[in-house]
């Protein structure tokens, strides 16, 4: 079995930027991930199915998916439930930070740099439509479903329920939502968790710009309830790749400070705290029992609802 990713994939974000509804980008990213693990996904779904999750050693090769194994080396068990019974929360980081987005085009990339990276949008909007891609999903599952967004303290807030409409006040939430201020992540989640009593899975999306001193303990905490947590860590590229070349004066979205910045002097340096950084963040988690999962503006969404369908079947 080799280490090939499945082979379908959806429109490429910045594509997706132009369906116009949130409503039907998230149907065309959710039908299209359902129908890449099944051949269609109206064919072989009972009215009881609730979800697929990894094959673990023990379980029923009866409910293995033979056509998904061939497709994408991946095994999968096909779970049916009449009704999973899970709260979701997807928690979504719309401070400033989060409305950055590199434009290739207006930098060219150094002679022994070839290549270029490829237009992306904004990690706000990246995230916006993971937000709703899950709350699309979930509902479908049945599940009761909620968002809260961010920056320095909570913005907005839809209790998770399951209900007619639901989906659709969390849709058009998504679609007002404006860019927020600076961010304070840790000091945001601490409010968050005063108000997630009831156990939940929280779904994180953010660009985690904060030390992970002080990020940690706030994720602690949000685990502390009971709660099920997977941590969507949404990128530029460029924040990673630094491609860079001329000097220019580099200035902070959140606070408007500006610093001249010779980007080959730095570019080894801020590589390598940027993977400190990176690696930090995930270590925490996975020794804690937090899922992570860092996805970059150019990626098509299907490894984040894998990711999500992982935890998902995990949570009793």
Request: proline share 7%.
């Amino acid at each position: 079995m080799n280490d090939a990713r499945p082979t379908f994939r959806f429109l490429r974000p910045e594509v997706l930027a132009k369906i116009a509804s949130l409503e039907l980008l998230a149907r065309t990213v959710v039908e299209g991930f359902l129908a890449g693990l099944h051949r269609s996904p109206r064919t072989g779904f009972s009215m009881d199915f609730a979800e697929y999750r990894p094959y673990m050693p023990g379980d029923d090769l009866r409910y293995l998916d033979w056509k998904v194994l061939a497709r994408t080396d991946r095994t999968y068990i096909k779970k049916f439930r009449g009704d999973t019974n899970t709260r979701v929360y997807v928690l979504l980081d719309v401070s400033a930070s989060m409305t950055y987005r590199w434009a290739p085009q207006a930098i060219s990339r150094s002679p022994g740099d070839p290549g270029r990276l490829p237009p992306a949008i904004e990690k706000r909007e990246y995230a916006c439509y993971l937000a709703a891609s899950l709350a699309y999903l979930a509902t479908r599952q049945n599940d009761a479903v909620g968002l809260i967004t961010f920056d320095r303290g909570i913005v907005d807030s839809i209790p998770a329920r399951l209900r007619p409409g639901q989906l659709h006040r969390i849709l058009s939430a998504l679609e007002r939502m404006k860019p927020g201020g600076i961010s304070a992540i840790s000091e945001a989640l601490r409010r968050i968790a005063e108000r997630l009593r009831r156990r939940s899975l929280v779904v994180l999306l953010s660009d985690l710009y904060e030390p992970p001193e002080t990020l940690g303990p706030a994720l602690r905490l949000l685990r502390a309830h009971g709660q099920d947590l997977i941590v969507f860590q949404i990128l530029d590229e460029s924040e990673v790749e630094f491609p860079f070349t001329e000097a220019a004066r580099f200035v902070d979205i959140e606070t408007g400070e500006d610093v001249p910045v010779a980007p080959e002097a730095l570019r080894a340096s801020y590589r390598e705290a940027v993977r400190r950084h990176l690696d930090e963040i995930e270590g925490f988690c996975r020794a804690h029992g937090i899922g992570y999962q860092r996805m970059f503006t150019t990626q098509p969404l299907d490894e984040a609802l894998f990711a999500y369908l992982g935890r998902r079947a995990r949570w009793p």
